[in-house]
Antibody, heavy 117, light 108 residues
Framework: QVQLVQSGAEVKKPGASLRLSCKTS????????IDWVRQAPGQRLEWMGW????????KYSQNLQGRVTFTSDTSAATAYMELSSLTSEDTAVYYC??????????WGQGTLVTVSS | EIVLTQSPGTLSLSPGERATLSCRAS???????LAWYQQKRGQAPRLLIY???SRANGIPDRFSGSGSGTDFTLTITRLEPEDFAVYYC?????????FGQGTKVEIK
């Protein structure tokens, strides 16, 4: 069955960077893009962008452009998300999700990121 | 950017009742690219409906989606105890893909 397993919770100081991973299994990694979505406490879901793991094409949300980087490792069937210059507003649960024609039927369990001095 | 506004913010209903959730877009959205998700506390979202009206794998037929243009609806015909959760609509036709602010369906 399709599974996405994300790396563990992180605590970061303001100004730091973070790198999260999303290890997939149960399907051909390069057949589907990976989307990244985050959710700040008590807030709505926020789409961060996607990476086409087959072509390498990437789309970032303009809100995060310049601070976020998506990469993927086909041999490990794993996607990565890096976010720099962290502030308290980046405190959120970060999700990866398999993109099937734009919608997301399979999600990782989420990674809680806390940014605090 | 397409803004999705969901109403009501909270819906208080009893098990067995019908729930009707609304999602209004700030500009026309192709029906092909409108989805509904369910999210329970501490869990990842779960895809219910895609393409405005197609049920995702394993989703019970008490869940249905409809609508076009700027107005979309998620209907739960008879609420089961496990259906009390927060529901989000999302458009995914172009970037940025945005979500509504959510409708919480709570037990009355």
């Amino acid at each position: 069955q399709v599974q996405l397993v994300q790396s563990g919770a992180e605590v970061k100081k303001p100004g730091a960077s973070l790198r999260l991973s999303c290890k997939t299994s149960g399907y051909t990694f390069t057949d589907h893009a990976i989307d990244w979505v985050r959710q700040a406490p008590g807030q709505r879901l926020e789409w961060m962008g996607w990476i086409n793991t087959g072509t390498g094409d990437i789309k970032y949300s303009q809100n995060l452009q310049g601070r976020v980087t998506f990469t993927s490792d086909t041999s490990a069937a794993t996607a990565y998300m890096e976010l720099s210059s962290l502030t308290s507003e980046d405190t959120a649960v970060y999700y990866c999700a398999r993109d099937v024609s734009g919608h997301n039927g399979n999600w990782g369990q989420g990674t809680l990121v806390t940014v605090s001095s | 950017e397409i803004v999705l506004t969901q109403s009501p913010g909270t819906l208080s209903l009893s098990p067995g009742e019908r729930a009707t959730l609304s999602c209004r877009a700030s500009q026309s959205v192709s029906s092909t690219y409108l989805a509904w998700y369910q999210q329970k506390r501490g869990q990842a979202p779960r895809l219910l409906i895609y393409g405005a009206s197609s049920r995702a794998n394993g989703i019970p037929d008490r869940f249905s989606g409809s609508g076009s243009g700027t107005d979309f609806t998620l209907t739960i015909t008879r609420l089961e105890p496990e259906d009390f959760a927060v529901y989000y609509c999302q458009h995914y036709g172009n970037s940025p893909r945005t979500f509504g602010q959510g409708t919480k369906v709570e037990i009355k």
